[in-house]
T-cell receptor, first 113, second 113 residues
C-alpha cells in the first residue's frame, strides 16, 4: 500500500530536549516536505527536499533541521524545542515537484512544555 | 514569496445547496493550484487540482475555476452533503527554480442536514 509514515504520532516533551520526527515513503517519490498546522494559520511549509542531499527552506524554517540521506526518509529535527513549536506536523511526498499531488502522512502532534 | 489568501474562513450551508470558496495568489509565476480536504483529525487529501493552461476543471460535484489575469481561483461544490463537512485548503505552487507549496488558511465548511 502506498503510504507516508510518520513517527511518533503523539509526543509530549520539555523545552530544550532534542527530538526527531521520522518520515518515510514507499512510493519512490523525489519530493518530500514538512508542514506545520496551527489553528487559523493553515498549513505552513517548514522545509522541502527535491531529491537526496537536496533540501531547502520553506516559509517557517527557524528552529528546525532536516536531512535527506536516503530517498525514502526525510526526518525533521528539533535541536532545542521551544513551546512555540507545539503544533501538528505533517510530512508529505510527491513525484518530482511541489506541483504534483501531495501524499500526506497521518500527522504528528507535538506538545513542548 | 507566494501569498495565498482564502475566503471565507467558515461557511455554513444547507444540504443540497452549493458552496463556493475563493482564493487569490500573489506570484504570477505560480502554475499549479490544488485543493485539499481535511476531515476532523485526519490528513489533508487532494480533491481536485488545476494547472495554469486550463480555466476550469470538473469532477462530479466539484469544480475549480482559474482566472490567471486576476490571480484567483475558486472551488465550487454542488448538491452539498453532510459528508462534505470538512476544512478545505487551497494552495499554489510553481515548479521552476525553487519548489515551495503555499497554502491558504483554510475554510471550514459545515453542511447541515
Amino acid at each position: 500500500e502506498a503510504q507516508v509514515t510518520q513517527n511518533p504520532r503523539y509526543l509530549i516533551t520539555v523545552t530544550g530536549k532534542k527530538l526527531t520526527v521520522t518520515c518515510s515513503q514507499n512510493m519512490n517519490h523525489e519530493y518530500m516536505s514538512w508542514y506545520r498546522q496551527d489553528p487559523g494559520l493553515g498549513l505552513r511549509q517548514i522545509y522541502y527536499s527535491m531529491n537526496v542531499e537536496v533540501t531547502d527552506k520553506g516559509d517557517v524554517p527557524e528552529g528546525y533541521k532536516v536531512s535527506r540521506k536516503e530517498k525514502r526518509n526525510f526526518p525533521l529535527i528539533l535541536e532545542s524545542p521551544s513551546p512555540n513549536q507545539t503544533s501538528l506536523y505533517f510530512c508529505a511526498s510527491s513525484g518530482r515537484h511541489s506541483n504534483q499531488p501531495q501524499h500526506f502522512g497521518d500527522g504528528t502532534r507535538l506538545s513542548i512544555l | 514569496g507566494e501569498n495565498v489568501e482564502q475566503h471565507p474562513s467558515t461557511l455554513s450551508v444547507q444540504e443540497g445547496d452549493s458552496a463556493v470558496i475563493k482564493c487569490t495568489y500573489s506570484d504570477s509565476a505560480s502554475n499549479y493550484f490544488p485543493w485539499y480536504k481535511q476531515e476532523l483529525g485526519k490528513r489533508p487529501q487532494l480533491i481536485i487540482d488545476i494547472r495554469s493552461n486550463v480555466g476550469e476543471k470538473k469532477d462530479q460535484r466539484i469544480a475549480v475555476t482559474l482566472n490567471k489575469t486576476a490571480k484567483h481561483f475558486s472551488l465550487h461544490i454542488t448538491e452539498t452533503q453532510p459528508e462534505d463537512s470538512a476544512v478545505y485548503f487551497c494552495a499554489a505552487s510553481q515548479a521552476t527554480g525553487y519548489s515551495t507549496l503555499t497554502f491558504g488558511k483554510g475554510t471550514m465548511l459545515l453542511v447541515s442536514p
